[in-house]
Nanobody
């Protein structure tokens, strides 16, 4: 089992930046893919960015060029650097960890990001 805790959310003005962190504990050796998802009020949860254990990354078109996902070498911390934030980036951001072999995933509790002037 993997436990995930997000931090770093908050209120920021349009054009500003935030850095989200996700701390993983437990069976982290089995994590193959980690990712950030977000859910805005009244909308479905959507993928923001993912990173594999090999370091490959993929981004939603809406955040390409503005957001950057990374993971530390120990594999127990993941980050999302968010630049040039827009009001439409406002959402609860969730951390996810997935094990391909067991087909099991874990979610964090989420952290609120609000982009507003």
């Amino acid at each position: 089992q993997v436990q995930l805790v997000e931090s770093g959310g908050g209120l920021v003005q349009p054009g500003g930046s935030l850095r989200l962190s996700c701390a993983a504990s437990g069976s982290i050796a089995g994590i193959d893919v980690m990712g950030w998802y977000r859910q805005a009020p009244g909308k479905q949860r959507e993928l923001v960015a993912i990173i594999t254990s090999g370091g490959s990354t993929n981004y939603a078109d809406s955040v390409k060029g503005r957001f950057s996902i990374s993971r530390d070498s120990a594999g127990n911390m993941m980050y999302l650097q968010m630049n040039s934030l827009k009001p439409e980036d406002t959402a609860v951001y969730y951390c996810n960890a997935y094990n391909i072999g067991t087909r099991k995933g874990s979610w964090g509790q989420g952290t609120q990001v609000t982009v507003s002037s």
